[in-house]
């Protein structure tokens, strides 16, 4: 018999709201247990990396936060396995956890808060039936959808809990292994605040190792790089 389900209860759904991710963080200050879920048709302000918003258009794509009052050593890289996992065997996945098709982004995910404290919220937002037409003219050529239809949302958030139970309780070294396998940042050449060089891999703690362009490596555990366009 598998272990019962602890992701996705209690769940609270709501038609709109600011961010779910904000919502999710006020219940886990109010005491929610690991593993509550807030889910969202549309969101107001919802929350990107690096200070950005996150748009999607109203109940067309699935967008969640769970509460995790038990988290793994490499929740970047496992939460984005997870997503990659349902997304399908085309999806790449750029360091640390965008998930891509054909070098666009599909899903989004940011981990907010305190491990010290021993939580944090994860929030997914999965393009499950964003259409093209439904995109900003800016992100025509950088986002996508599944092309799926809206009534896929909801199956798909079942898959998604399921993957990530599993993804997030298995060992590192799984984990490390599948994002290897889909990592879209391998040998290709990228920038970030600091420098620029050539991507090639992650080392077991899910940093980003990148051989630089005068000699040496350089190891990335946080924030953003970006791909240099062939010239
Ligand atoms: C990124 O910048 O790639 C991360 C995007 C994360 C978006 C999701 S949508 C559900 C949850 N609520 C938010 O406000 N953000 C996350």
Do not use: C, Y
Not at 87 to 107: C, E, F, M, Q, Y
Not at 122 to 137: E, F, K
Not at 161 to 174: H, I, K
């Amino acid at each position: 018999m598998s272990a019962p389900a602890r992701l996705g209860r209690p769940r609270l759904h709501l038609r709109r709201t600011d961010s779910t991710n904000l919502r999710a963080r006020a219940l886990v200050l109010a005491g929610a247990p690991h593993g509550t879920l807030v889910t969202a048709d549309e969101q107001l302000a919802g929350r990107g990396r690096q200070g950005r918003a996150w748009t999607a258009p109203a109940g067309r794509a699935l967008l969640l936060s769970v509460v995790l009052r038990e988290l793994p050593p490499l929740l970047a890289l496992s939460s984005a396995v997870a997503v990659a996992d349902v997304v399908g065997s085309r999806a790449r996945i750029k360091w640390p956890n965008d998930v891509l098709v054909d070098g666009r982004k599909v899903a989004g995910i940011l981990a907010e808060g305190r491990p010290q404290e021993g939580w944090a919220v994860l929030g997914i937002g999965v393009n499950v039936a964003v259409r093209p037409q439904d995109l900003a003219p800016e992100l025509a050529d950088r986002a996508a959808g599944l092309g799926l239809e809206a009534s896929a949302i909801e199956p798909t958030l079942a898959v998604l809990l399921s993957a990530l139970e599993q993804r997030l309780a298995e060992d590192p070294e799984a984990t490390l292994e599948a994002f290897r396998a889909r990592d879209a940042l391998s040998g290709r050449e990228v920038r970030w605040q600091h420098g620029e060089g050539i991507a090639s891999g992650v080392d077991d703690d899910g940093r980003l190792v990148v051989e630089l362009a005068g000699g040496g490596t350089a190891v990335l555990d946080a924030g953003e790089v970006h791909l240099v366009a062939p010239r």
